[in-house]
């Protein structure tokens, strides 16, 4: 057996069928291959933009997206790995290179891929023998996936893919067996505890985020039914209960949603999967409490009280203890949680208030369009949320019905990925509309910064592009609008349109709440 084969085998061993991909010397036999394999390849024209569709076909199907580049394809990949290991989106990114007789020496577009991949990945490696193959892949997708998942980097040399070993001198094994699929609960005097906390809290709320990917939505909505205990969710957690149900309340991220600014009032939060990050202050005040008690559930023991001590650190799997809190909590009375009212009354005020900005004149205000298509979403279709401002508009508005179908920018703030994260969407969800929202004109929370404390804007104002004529230039429908009366018909068409839509609207610029927020921190309210 050729390396090929074996590579081959590999994939097929996790049920892997679909890779994307940008052709390249590197790779041409491996792909020749894997072509007579049935393997189906998603042609792109970029590599960032190969590895933002793997991210969220990864993300949305729960088994890594794979992407096989060439050595200089390599190089633009980074930008997608980079956002990949923000968002712990499960990647493999295969990629081929020179002999490794000549590595070193200035071998064919010879650059240190191990290297470059390594600080934005989980792992990265270069496999040196055919032979290493079934176990480096194996490695490969248990990093990607166990605790916290993320993108991983293998290195295949154009020797090892050609080299030819014996079949008996190489060994595979089932998924099974190198990776477990068994959820590592908690000690029961522990999950005890954590109830304890929770019942004894005046003000008890719960907040799942990307480590909570393994939650049961079934179990997480017992839990919450059975305490009456209020909770936010966010990053993969979205969409885990709905947003519309009675004791969810959306969004975590307190810089856009004045609803999850009620985590200050809490006494004690139970964090599944969530980081003691930026997003909450490093749990410090004004985000917090001082004094509120935190029960950190996570499965990578190093997140644990990162920033700020805990009062109960708790190294297991969210999904694992969600189950174990079940009966626990069961067994005792729940009064009524104190603040329901309130933060619901909060966030009817908040979607009333982003109703408001919504004019019926032109010019267009990026709440006109998210307000215009909040009636054309049913529970399926996947949301994604680019850029700044019009993307935190829709981020704060638009509610999460079903887990992986909610995407925002993150922690990492990157632009550019949201077309391609639409189409590796599609892939993934090729029965569902995917909705890719938007556009303003200016680098949104730059610009306002900039005329607000400044006085002036420079470089963040874009000039008009004519992005529905690019769409229909690649045959799409596309469609521009920059008076109100034109808003709802458009949409509609792009709706009823079988295959890719653009609908360019123009909208006057707007700051988000994310960058009021911003602004607010920086003492310059406008």
Same mark, same amino acid.
């Given at each position: 057996?050729?390396?090929?084969?074996?590579?081959?085998?590999?994939? +097929?061993?996790?049920?892997?069928?679909?890779?994307?991909?940008?052709?390249?010397?590197?790779?041409? %036999?491996?792909?020749?291959?894997?072509?007579?394999?049935?393997?189906?390849?998603?042609? !792109?024209?970029?590599?960032?933009?190969?590895?933002?569709?793997? @991210?969220? &076909?990864?993300?949305?199907?729960? +088994?890594?997206?794979?992407?096989?580049? /060439?050595?200089?394809?390599?190089?633009?990949?980074?930008?997608?790995?980079?956002?990949?290991?923000?968002?712990?989106?499960?990647?493999? @990114?295969?990629?081929?290179?020179?002999?490794?007789?000549?590595?070193?020496?200035?071998?064919?577009?010879? *650059?240190?891929?191990?290297?470059?991949?390594?600080?934005?990945? +989980?792992? $990265?490696?270069?496999?040196? #023998?055919?032979?290493? *193959?079934?176990?480096?892949? $194996? !490695?490969?997708?248990?990093?990607?996936?166990?605790?916290?998942?993320?993108?991983?980097?293998?290195?295949?040399?154009?020797?090892?893919?050609?080299?030819?070993?014996?079949?008996?001198?190489?060994?595979?094994?089932?998924?099974?067996?190198?990776?477990?699929?068994?959820?590592?609960? !908690?000690?029961?005097?522990?999950?005890? $505890?954590?109830? #304890?906390?929770?019942?004894?809290?005046?003000?008890?709320?719960?907040?799942?985020?990307?480590?909570?990917?393994?939650?049961?939505?079934?179990?997480? %909505?017992?839990?919450?039914?059975?305490?009456?205990?209020?909770?936010?969710?966010?990053?993969?957690?979205?969409?885990?209960?709905?947003?519309?149900?009675?004791?969810?309340?959306?969004?975590?991220?307190?810089?856009?949603?004045?609803?999850?600014?009620?985590?200050?009032?809490? #006494?004690?939060?139970?964090?599944?999967?969530?980081?003691?990050?930026?997003?909450?202050?490093?749990?410090?005040?004004?985000?917090?409490? +001082?004094?509120?008690?935190?029960?950190?559930?996570?499965?990578?023991?190093?997140?644990?009280?990162?920033?700020?001590?805990?009062?109960?650190?708790? =190294?297991?799997?969210?999904?694992?203890?969600?189950?174990?809190?079940?009966?626990?909590?069961?067994?005792?009375?729940?009064?009524?949680?104190?603040?329901?009212?309130?933060?619901?009354?909060?966030?009817?005020?908040?979607?009333?208030?982003?109703?408001?900005?919504?004019?019926?004149?032109?010019?267009?205000?990026?709440?006109?369009?998210?307000?215009?298509?909040?009636?054309?979403?049913?529970?399926?279709?996947?949301?994604?949320?680019?850029?700044?401002?019009?993307?935190?508009?829709? $981020? /704060?508005?638009?509610?999460?019905?079903?887990?992986?179908?909610?995407?925002?920018?993150?922690?990492?703030?990157?632009?550019?990925?949201?077309?391609? &994260?639409?189409?590796g969407a599609r892939v993934a969800l090729p029965n569902s509309k995917v909705?890719?929202?938007?556009?303003?004109?200016?680098?949104? *929370?730059?610009?306002?910064?900039?005329?607000?404390?400044?006085?002036?804007?420079?470089?963040?104002?874009?000039?008009?592009?004519?992005?529905?004529?690019?769409?229909?230039?690649?045959?799409?429908?596309?469609?521009?609008?920059?008076?109100?009366?034109?808003?709802?018909?458009?949409?509609?068409?792009?709706?009823?349109?079988?295959?890719?839509?653009?609908? =360019? *609207?123009?909208?006057?610029?707007?700051?988000?709440?994310?960058?009021?927020?911003?602004? =607010?921190?920086?003492?310059?309210?406008?």
């Amino acid at each position: 057996m050729q390396g090929v084969d074996l590579v081959v085998r590999a994939l +097929k061993n996790e049920g892997i069928d679909t890779i994307f991909v940008i052709a390249g010397d590197h790779t041409l %036999t491996l792909m020749d291959r894997m072509a007579d394999e049935g393997f189906r390849f998603i042609d !792109t024209r970029h590599e960032q933009a190969a590895v933002d569709m793997a @991210n969220a &076909y990864g993300r949305i199907t729960g +088994k890594p997206g794979v992407t096989m580049f /060439t050595t200089p394809g390599h190089a633009n990949a980074i930008p997608g790995l980079t956002m990949a290991h923000h968002m712990e989106s499960p990647v493999i @990114n295969i990629v081929g290179c020179a002999a490794q007789d000549r590595l070193g020496q200035g071998a064919a577009q010879e *650059i240190d891929q191990v290297g470059m991949a390594r600080p934005v990945t +989980k792992g $990265a490696w270069l496999i040196p #023998d055919p032979r290493r *193959i079934p176990d480096m892949f $194996a !490695t490969a997708f248990r990093t990607a996936l166990e605790g916290r998942r993320g993108p991983v980097h293998l290195t295949i040399p154009v020797d090892v893919q050609k080299a030819a070993v014996a079949e008996s001198s190489v060994e595979f094994h089932r998924p099974d067996e190198y990776r477990s699929s068994k959820l590592r609960p !908690t000690d029961p005097a522990t999950a005890s $505890a954590i109830v #304890d906390m929770l019942h004894d809290a005046e003000r008890p709320m719960i907040v799942a985020s990307n480590g909570a990917h393994s939650v049961s939505p079934e179990d997480l %909505t017992r839990l919450v039914e059975i305490t009456g205990i209020p909770i936010f969710t966010e990053e993969a957690a979205r969409g885990i209960i709905p947003d519309d149900h009675p004791l969810c309340f959306g969004f975590a991220d307190l810089r856009v949603s004045e609803v999850a600014a009620h985590l200050a009032d809490a #006494d004690t939060i139970l964090m599944l999967g969530k980081k003691l990050d930026s997003t909450i202050n490093f749990g410090q005040p004004p985000a917090l409490k +001082k004094d509120v008690r935190i029960i950190q559930v996570e499965s990578s023991a190093g997140l644990i009280g990162l920033s700020l001590g805990v009062a109960l650190p708790v =190294n297991a799997d969210p999904g694992a203890v969600v189950k174990q809190l079940i009966p626990e909590a069961g067994k005792r009375h729940w009064a009524s949680h104190p603040l329901l009212t309130e933060i619901a009354s909060t966030a009817s005020a908040l979607k009333s208030r982003l109703d408001a900005l919504a004019p019926d004149s032109a010019p267009l205000h990026s709440m006109s369009i998210h307000r215009a298509l909040s009636p054309m979403l049913d529970r399926d279709p996947a949301l994604v949320f680019e850029g700044s401002d019009f993307g935190f508009y829709g $981020a /704060t508005y638009h509610p999460s019905y079903q887990p992986s179908r909610w995407f925002t920018v993150g922690t990492m703030g990157m632009i550019g990925w949201g077309v391609p &994260y639409g189409l590796g969407a599609r892939v993934a969800l090729p029965n569902s509309k995917v909705v890719v929202v938007g556009v303003d004109g200016v680098w949104g *929370i730059d610009y306002h910064q900039q005329v607000q404390l400044y006085g002036k804007a420079v470089s963040t104002e874009l000039p008009p592009a004519r992005y529905d004529k690019l769409a229909e230039a690649l045959g799409a429908h596309g469609e521009y609008v920059d008076q109100p009366n034109q808003l709802q018909s458009a949409l509609q068409r792009a709706f009823a349109t079988k295959g890719p839509s653009v609908v =360019n *609207i123009r909208t006057t610029p707007s700051p988000s709440p994310r960058t009021q927020h911003t602004l =607010n921190l920086k003492g310059n309210s406008p």
